[in-house]
């Protein structure tokens, strides 16, 4: 199993830039609960398990179904937009999964998104078949920095952890790659540092070789 090698994607900020989509679907649910949030505390939330923000917003008042309910507004309204307006790959994206994919790379996504949203992101962005697997919310019971999630990937793809590879774009995910024992490719579009072993501004100035020498290959 050694000649096995794993990449594995964080969704929201590294396959594709859905940041105004999730502000457009929290700021219209949780006005019409009542509780208006700012653009500001959306943006220190995210990236994070719903259940999470929630309580951080609501306090008390975000009892288990109370979490279920809104937060399943809110993705039913953000996957509306994904699917009306469109989403695209961000630069480099779409060639890096199809040459890991042709090179036998064996990919998953590892995202704290509920399973709909993955679903719905790779089927507008079409290239579903280079992922043999997905890790959602529903997989996981820890959210990053905890390691959860890249550990359940690696082992859905049969890959040990030090063969796998986590491209992230928060500091969150970094350390939760750090900590599963995995190498990893921070994209830092705003040029905020990540603690990470390979960090670029965009995927597509990565060099032909990055992955590889990343394992040692």
């Not at 179904?65 to 630069?91: F, M, N, Q, S």
Request: charged residues 30%; aromatic residues 6%.
């Amino acid at each position: 199993m050694t000649d096995r090698r794993a990449a594995l994607w964080d969704m929201d900020g590294t396959l594709v830039d859905s940041a105004e989509y999730h502000w457009l679907a929290w700021r219209d649910t949780m006005a019409r609960e009542g509780s208006a949030i700012t653009h500001e505390q959306f943006l220190a939330s995210f990236g994070q398990r719903n259940d999470s923000i929630l309580r951080q917003w609501l306090g008390e008042k975000a009892t288990p179904d109370v979490i279920e309910r809104i937060g399943d507004e809110k993705e039913r309204i953000y996957r509306e937009h994904v699917r009306k307006r469109g989403i695209e790959a961000l630069p480099g994206v779409s060639d890096w999964v199809h040459r890991l994919h042709r090179r036998g790379w064996r990919q998953a996504i590892a995202s704290a998104a509920p399973r709909s949203n993955v679903e719905t992101i790779l089927a507008v962005l079409g290239f579903g078949q280079c992922f043999e697997r997905t890790v959602s919310a529903e997989d996981v019971h820890r959210g990053k920095p905890d390691p959860e999630v890249f550990l359940v990937a690696a082992a859905k793809l049969g890959v040990a952890p030090e063969r796998s590879i986590v491209v992230e774009d928060a500091a969150h995910g970094i350390e939760a790659a750090r900590a599963a024992g995995m190498k990893s490719i921070g994209v830092s579009r705003d040029g905020k540092p990540l603690k990470a072993d390979l960090v670029v501004s965009s995927l597509d100035r990565l060099a032909p070789d990055a992955f590889d020498l990343l394992l040692g290959a």
